[in-house]
């Protein structure tokens, strides 16, 4: 009995164990099966979010954001326990003691999947498990995948401390909205930090992972709120609050950003604008586009807001009224249909759908408007943001050729700025419209090449194309000083006489005439008069004798070009480059011809607070000093590449001031102080230009068709871009004030007669009397006026060919040069070159 006994338990027993072994077995099999080729662990030890990337002003303030996946990264010790408990009671309990899985909550799990037939499956995933599946698997709902996820959870727990693994999954989730991780969310949400979070809203965070769209604040709001209070119980439940604070906290309202509760963040980030997408662009291409968009850069632009503010103002003003002496509508090209106007909420509706661009402010707010009636004295519209229906008299057309009839119907979707009565309540509206015409502004600081403001077109919203940085143009008259630099620097000086006369150049397109805007001659004249009253033919006969290879060297160096053309056509601004190029070029001039590499950003750090670029890379060389004697400053070394002589650099600001003094540009440029600058026009007016500095700040302008065609009569770069200089730089001086330009060592000045280039008394004074720099050691020959005029000699050359050899010369620098033959001045004296 006893040895049956025995035998019966004994197979039972090695039955059960038997049992046992084989499904350890089993199971270690499929584990070491499914465990063999899957993704390292160990990775996300070192693994990095990808984070938005944001833009700060000059002054701090946060002024755009990039981002693939808006995320803003928190390190675990950041974030409050508030919310991290309200995840747990959420997700998972028991996160701080488990190993990485939960066998009670899978087999809970399991049992209830059983009983409802496979209806009701629900997960019983650990924190760690979803850190896996969201970093290193698929969200398929597959047994294979949850053993792959068991597998990596519990090697992970091996590897990673349970905060960095939390740290991990609070950073990474999606909780809608276009929001990565518990920070972004918050602000998403409640436009708040984590630390500002009460405990219904880290719940109510706590309650999207499952599925976002399942529990929306606004079309899933009952559902949001039972779960929201399903976590708060939970987390009286586990010990994190009170009974006291439960019954308060699940009494609460769901309050969000989409209910209309709170402000969203996005209002306090104005609108995006060029400047900011130019960064974009540049340091997409300087550390790739998938690097900017996740690497959480923290950018601090250069952007002056108040002088971007003013250059968008002046570039657009001028650009309307443009537009508005054509006189002619086109509208915004958007029409409702006929049969949403007659309900007020669904036209609204339609209208806010409307892609019409709203970051258009000049004499107040643009808004987008719907046409309703269209009346013989006046229009009704409907104006989004503003519940009273407003109306347009016809005195506000009178710009336009035509009637309200000849120019709008009903469904029109326009632009509107209001007119008079209170801010919010106009009394009417005024119609606008983004006019046709386009161009760009630039303007930056000349010793440092910090762009302070750039406006790329009327209105970002309407065509991101930036024109300041992207629109290829030809620069016309405003190359000109490039060519006059090159003279200058080659041994000529401002009173060096060229004769200003016609002259004929055999190219392989045939004989080219060029001709002065003037379609005048006016014979020997010198080099100042030239650049000032933009002589063509002057600038052409220069050109061809210090020859073009020379001139194309200069532009390329000062980057106006990488490679130009060497073609006499050039020396008048025909080859195409950009305003961005030309403002910072002309940076170069007025601070003594120092390079300048133009920025829009001063300084750019990553994620962890580390410094990886920065532009101001001078010495400062008694910064490490204990003290400094009184009154004296810390010495700043620059070590800047020289890229033009000193003198060369004043002789030429000293000629461009002469151009806002008495040139092209003195009916429209009145500054308090000094001013230089080149008025350009191309030919048939397709291009205006004026770039211009005083001794701190530089800026310029184009004004263009995006497809270049004429502008027609009066669309001159000192008409239209002049007024845009000027309105921007009166504001500029007023903020960054300015002085005379330096006058470097090493020279001295002699008055000299500008229109004949003969030297004065030094006490002589006058219109005609100016005060030219010469290099000390040059003893200049004057000239002298014949009698009775220009008194040309037969051996004037009025036509020319371009065939004759030149000679070599020592320039200012040390280099040589070569410069073709001089025209001869028959009984006149050219007065030597200097």
Known sequence: ??????????????????????????????????????????????????????????????????????????????????????FISAEDKNFYHHKGYDMRGIAAAGIEAVRSRGSNV?????????????????????????IKEIILAARLEETLEKDDILELYMNEIFLGQNSFGVTAAAQTYFNKTLAELAPHEAATLASMPKAPSDFHPVRRKERLMQRRNFVLEEMYENGYISKAVYEVEKEQPLRSVQNGDFESFRTALPPRDYFTDEIRRQLSDDFGEGEFFT????????????????????????????????????????????????????????????????????????????????????????????????????????????????????????????????????????????????????????????????????????????????????????FKPFVYAAALDSGYSPATIVVDAPIEINTPQGLWRPKNSSNKFYGPTPLRTGIEQSRNLMTIRLAQEVSMEVVAGYAERFGVYDRMGAFLANSLGAEETTLYKMVAAYAMFANGGERVEPTLVDRIQDRSGGTIYRHDDRDCVDCAAAQLPAGALPRIATHREQVMDPITAYQLTSMMKGVVDRGTASSVINLPVPTAGKTGTTNDSRDAWFVGFTSNIVAGCYIGYDQ???????????????????????????????????????????????????????????????????????????????????????????????????????????????????????????????
């Open 708 to 834: 270049p065609r004429p502008m027609g009569r009066g669309a001159y770069g000192g008409t239209l871009c002049g007024p845009v200089f000027q309105q921007f730089m009166t504001k500029a001086t007023e903020k960054y004030g300015g002085g005379s330009f330096r006058v470097p060592d090493g020279g001295h000045f002699i008055k000299i007669d500008r229109f004949t280039g003969a030297r004065l008394a030094n006490d002589a004074s006058g219109d005609y009397v100016v005060a030219e720099y010469f290099r000390d050691g040059d003893e200049p020959i004057f000239g002298v006026t014949f009698d009775g005029g220009f008194a040309m000699g037969s051996n004037l050359p009025l036509f020319e060919e371009v065939q004759e050899q030149g000679r070599q010369v020592t320039t200012s620098t040390g280099g040589t040069a070569v410069l073709g033959p001089k025209a001869t001045f028959g009984t006149i004296s050219s007065g030597g070159l200097y």
């Open 122 to 146: 629900r997960g019983a995933s650990t924190i760690t498990q979803q850190v896996m599946k969201n970093f290193l698997l698929s969200g398929e709902r597959k047994a294979e995948r949850k």
């Open 295 to 478: 690497g959480g850069f923290t950018v601090r632009a250069t952007i002056d807001q108040e002088m971007q503010t003013e250059a968008a103002k002046a570039l657009r003003t001028g650009l309307e009224k443009f537009d508005r002496q054509r006189g002619i509508w086109r509208g915004t090209g958007v029409t409702l249909e006929e049969d949403v106007l007659a309900d007020e909420t669904q036209w609204r509706e339609a209208l806010a759908a409307a892609e019409v661009p709203r970051d258009i402010t000049l004499g107040g707010s643009w808004y987008p408007a719907v046409v309703l009636a269209v009346a013989d004295q006046s229009l009704d519209v409907g104006v989004e943001g503003h519940s009273k229906i407003g109306r347009v008299p016809r005195s506000d057309i009178k710009w336009l050729k035509g009637n309200f009839f000849d120019n709008f119907t009903r469904g029109d979707v326009i632009l509107v700025r209001g007119e008079g009565g209170e801010t919010g309540n106009p009394e009417t509206w005024s119609v606008r419209q983004v006019p046709e015409v386009q161009g760009g502004f630039v303007a930056m600081d000349v010793n440092s090449g910090r762009v302070l403001a750039m406006q790329g077109g009327f209105s970002y919203q309407h065509s991101v194309f930036n024109r300041a940085t992207q629109a290829q143009r030809q620069p016309g008259s405003s």
């Open 1 to 86: 009995m006893l040895r049956f006994f025995l035998s019966f338990w004994g197979a039972i027993f090695t039955t059960i164990t038997m049992g046992i072994v084989a499904v350890a077995v089993t199971v270690g099999g499929i584990f070491w099966f499914y465990g063999r080729d899957l993704p390292s662990h160990e990775a996300l030890a070192r693994y990095q979010p990808p984070t938005i990337s944001r833009i700060y002003s000059g002054e701090g303030e946060l002024i755009d954001e990039f981002a693939k996946e808006r995320r803003l990264f928190t390190a675990a010790e950041d974030i409050p326990d508030l919310v991290k408990q309200a």
